[in-house]
């Protein structure tokens, strides 16, 4: 149990378009959702938190008109960048938390790779 | 501000070799830690957690150890495996938030 898949897993797309990334919870609900970007041979650096059915809260740093982030049902959260640019390739994690018995937990996405030409 | 460091890799041992990958962490508070391992290609898996002092966190012969005195949390196995080839990440969250916050990764490479 406990499964998120993204959607897709990879993407190329030209300067100046938007790219949507879809993020699920398979087999269970999600109130919480992260999103991660990670960049080739770093850590993971948090960009904004989302509930299900109210705005992300995002990251010191993070452009919020520019990673677009949606969570409309307790099992999909999308992260869209808008107007994409080069700088912007990296590899995108989301992950879902779930909790249990006196703990909580964060599953993560395979991740997006985005590569902006 | 809380944070985590790790070990720079790559790490690579031979198969059946001992490790250690070292973590230390700055934190308000009473963090909880994790070990968090990617395979190629693949988002995170947990790979064991301690919640408080002297906990100990073990899962696939993998052990780490969370020491309040020295602030840290170093994940060790005694035999490592081709297998276990991956990027290993140690992270903590402070109580009340569940944030994570992460190292920088440290990539082990075991050769047969």
């Known amino acids: 149990g406990a499964v998120v898949s993204q959607h897709p897993s990879w993407v190329i797309c030209k300067s100046g378009t938007s790219v949507k990334i879809e993020c699920r919870s398979l087999d269970f609900q999600a109130t919480t959702m992260f999103w991660y970007r990670q960049f080739p041979k770093q850590s993971l650096m948090l960009m904004a938190t989302?509930?299900?059915?109210?705005?992300?809260?995002?990251e010191q740093g993070v452009e919020k008109d520019k990673f677009l982030i949606n969570h409309a049902s307790l099992t999909l959260s999308t992260l869209t960048v808008t107007s994409a640019h080069p700088e912007d390739s990296s590899f995108y994690i989301c992950?879902?938390?779930?909790?249990?018995?006196?703990?909580?937990?964060?599953?993560f996405g395979p991740g997006t790779r985005l590569t902006v030409t | 501000g809380n944070s985590v460091t790790q070990m720079e890799g790559p790490v690579t041992l031979s198969e059946e070799a001992f490790l250690t990958i070292n973590c230390t962490y700055t934190a308000t508070g009473y963090p909880s830690l994790f070990w968090y391992v990617q395979y190629p290609g693949e988002g995170l898996q947990l790979l064991l957690k301690?919640?408080?002092?002297?906990d100990k966190g073990s899962n696939k012969g993998f052990e780490a150890t969370y020491r309040k005195e020295t602030t840290s949390f170093h994940l060790e196995k005694g035999s490592v495996q081709v297998s276990d080839s991956a990027v290993y990440f140690c992270a903590l969250r402070t109580g009340g938030y569940n944030k994570l916050i992460f190292g920088a990764g440290t990539r082990l490479a075991v050769h047969p």
């Open positions: 301690a919640t408080k002092a002297d």
């Open positions: 989302s509930n299900e059915g109210s705005k992300a809260t995002y």
């Open positions: 992950s879902a938390g779930r909790s249990g018995t006196g703990s909580y937990e964060q599953y």
